[in-house]
């Protein structure tokens, strides 16, 4: 048997993902109450500790150049589901909200799909707060700016988001949070709906030169954490004020359009 | 009787290590990734809220993937089982590459007990006590399984081959 045509096949019919469903996602499914309070904290989930030690290593590794210490490299391989990185990890912003200081590091990724199909272009983008306490981050692909949106989180001008708790020690009272994302290049504002119907505006900046992607950024500070939960759509706006990119946000059943 | 909270971390500690794997098995079952992001979380969640019936004699890896085959099954309809219905999100583009094509339908023609047996030995590296868990099956009807549905995708590859 042809194995290596058959594994193809197999690669094809479910590539691995860089956005995987987050562990409070699934607890927050099972209705696992006080999950801000109860679950383990941030900084001893396994990834989270990768991804607090990548943005921990940011300057050295990008100073050297080396990539062989990157958390998502496993014995020199990466990570299942975890895109290689081809670039330098760059650090977009840097601010502090409510007395928590964050970062927002970027670095471009290739994903090989195999065979002779041209690969991905993608954006790996992470959070560090309060100097490697706490941090999340997204890989996706580079979105693209294309007239009219759709409600589809697939779609090549959807726009990809995460978030996070700024304290994330057991019981604490502190329940600011933020919201991270990233836009197509041409959206200049990103209107945050919630399902209650209130929204927040978060005005995008720019992305490193360095990382050669037509895209900007994002981030707002959340008075509460569960707001990130309740986040019904993200609809960014170009100069003109017109639609250019949305993300309505259906799970676990449907509560919002793109159109 | 409240559940131990050592069966959570179990589940989380695969979770962990795991839900890659999880999401291809559920992708490749359901072939839509929205539904397949649907269908981990809610294997998940269904294995947490139920936990206390896993009885810890079998594999918690192939418990754990029974639960998300079950979701993702309850998302597919028949026309997504023939691959074509893919989103297009990350490198979902359907291949233009006609070998492989060929032995993408032979294996969604596979009857679903030797497609899921591929999926699980593929996806999460099950060893056949853990697959045997995941599908309901006695161990010794696991070899036999992927035999069958290997011996079928091998005459295909073969026809593709000449």
């Not at chain 1, 696992?32 to 309070?37: D, Q």
């Not at chain 1, 912003?93 to 471009?108: E, F, P, T, V």
């Not at chain 2, 206390?52 to 029974?66: N, P, Y």
């Not at chain 2, 339908?105 to 699980?120: D, H, S």
Request: charged share 20%; aromatic share 8%; net charge neutral.
């Amino acid at each position: 048997m042809n194995r290596q045509l058959l594994n193809r096949t197999l690669d094809d019919l479910a590539p691995a993902q860089g956005e995987i469903p987050t562990w409070e996602d699934v607890l927050d499914r099972a209705g696992i109450e006080g999950l801000v309070s109860t679950r383990r904290p941030l900084w001893k989930r396994s990834w989270v500790i990768a991804l607090a030690v990548l943005v921990a290593v940011l300057v050295p590794l990008a100073a050297i150049g080396s990539q062989e210490n990157w958390w998502f490299l496993d014995n020199g391989s990466p990570k299942p589901g975890m895109p290689r990185p081809v670039s330098a990890i760059l650090e977009v912003k840097s601010g502090s909200w409510s007395g928590h200081d964050w970062q927002l590091a970027a670095y471009r990724t290739f994903v090989h799909r195999g065979g002779t199909g041209p690969g991905i272009e993608g954006v790996c983008y992470s959070s560090q707060v309060d100097h490697g306490r706490g941090g999340t981050g997204a890989c996706t692909p580079i979105p693209s700016q294309l007239p009219g949106v759709s409600s589809e989180s697939s779609a090549p001008n959807s726009i990809s988001f995460f978030g996070g708790p700024f304290n994330t020690r057991r019981g604490a009272t502190d329940k600011t949070g933020y919201v991270f994302g990233m836009v197509p290049g041409n959206v200049t504002d990103v209107n945050i709906h919630f399902k209650d119907g209130r929204a927040t505006d978060a005005p995008t900046f720019a992305a490193p030169e360095a990382l050669g992607a037509s895209v900007r950024f994002f981030g707002v500070e959340l008075s509460e954490y569960g707001l990130f939960l309740s986040i019904s759509k993200l609809v960014g706006l170009n100069g003109q004020g017109e639609i250019a990119a949305c993300t309505a946000i259906n799970r676990p059943k449907p509560s919002a359009t793109c159109s | 009787m409240r559940p131990s909270s050592a069966s959570l971390a179990a589940i989380e500690r695969v979770y962990g290590t795991k839900a890659s794997g999880f999401l291809r098995l559920a992708l490749a079952t359901t072939g839509n990734i929205e539904r397949a992001r649907d269908a981990l979380q809610e294997g998940f969640a269904g294995a947490i809220r139920s936990r206390e019936t896993f009885r810890g004699t079998g594999s918690i890896e192939g418990w754990l993937a029974r639960c998300v085959l079950n979701a993702a099954r309850d998302r597919c309809s028949p026309a997504d089982l023939n691959g074509d219905a893919r989103s297009t999100e990350g490198s979902f583009e359907p291949s233009n590459d006609t070998s492989r094509t060929v032995v993408r339908g032979a294996i969604m023609q596979l009857p679903r007990r030797q497609r899921e047996a591929v999926f699980l030995r593929y996806y999460l590296d099950l060893d056949y006590r853990s697959i045997a868990e995941a599908l309901g099956i006695e161990q010794g009807t696991v070899s036999a399984t992927l035999h069958v549905a290997k011996k079928a995708l091998a005459e295909v590859l073969q026809e593709v081959e000449r």
